[in-house]
């Protein structure tokens, strides 16, 4: 039997075939190549750090670098995004995950998915953390002390903040989404975004510590 990972990316495809591809380029961000025929088309789209090509009608993912099919759930991130993209700028006003749409319910298992596990690593290494999301996710620094902007997808910027404590305040990481986010994702799309973001950081920094 198909898992529901499968249901979703075909679904997630049929809808993104039925979309007008020029009005998606526009309204996400993403680069667009067209191919003759007219009918094939190419989006170019960043995300996380790592270069996706996805293309028209199709919905096919691969990796720019590698050419390689992408995980079902980044190609599904990343075909909702162009089908949803509403256009609007980032409101540059952060929220937590527990104030996107129906955030709460998910709120206590996002915790522990993602920033907990950035805590329990890097809550002693904030200089190699303030090096990879600079280095390998292309971040600024926020108006915060520690405190980084991530741009996620084109048009979906993220805030990761890492508060290394000390010997009675433990560390804390915080990942906060723009206001505009569920413009571009559903929220359970924006949890898997924080895991794969999370899984990302956590690979990077223990392959700099052996």
């Known amino acids: 039997m198909r898992d529901n990972y499968t249901a979703v990316l075909e679904q997630a495809r049929r809808e993104f075939a039925a979309k007008n591809s ?78 996107l749409w129906g955030g709460d319910a998910f709120n206590t298992a996002f915790q522990k998915s993602c920033p907990a596990p950035l805590e329990k690593f890097f809550g002693k290494k904030s200089s190699l953390f303030a090096r990879l999301v600079q280095e390998r996710l292309h971040a600024r620094p926020a108006r915060e002390a520690s405190s980084f902007i991530v741009m996620a997808l084109p048009r979906l910027p993220l805030l990761l903040r890492l508060a290394e404590g000390d010997g009675e305040i433990p560390p804390r990481a915080t990942i906060l989404f723009d206001e505009t986010a569920n413009d571009y994702l559903v929220t359970e799309d924006l949890a898997v975004l924080g895991q794969q973001l999370t899984a990302r950081l956590l690979r990077w920094g223990r392959e700099e510590n052996r």
Do not use: C, D, N, Q
């Not at 996706?52 to 720019?64: F, T």
């Not at 079902?72 to 980032?90: D, E, F, M, V, W």
């Open 22 to 99: 020029m009005e998606m380029a526009r309204f996400s961000g993403a680069a667009l190549t067209l191919y003759p025929p007219a009918s094939w088309r190419e989006f170019t789209l960043p995300y996380l750090g790592r270069i996706y090509r996805i293309s028209w009608p199709a919905g096919e993912v691969l990796s720019y670098s590698t050419g390689k099919e992408a995980p079902t759930a980044t190609a599904i991130i990343l075909i909702h995004y162009l089908t949803r993209a509403a256009g609007k700028p980032p409101a540059g006003k952060w929220i937590p995950f527990r104030h």
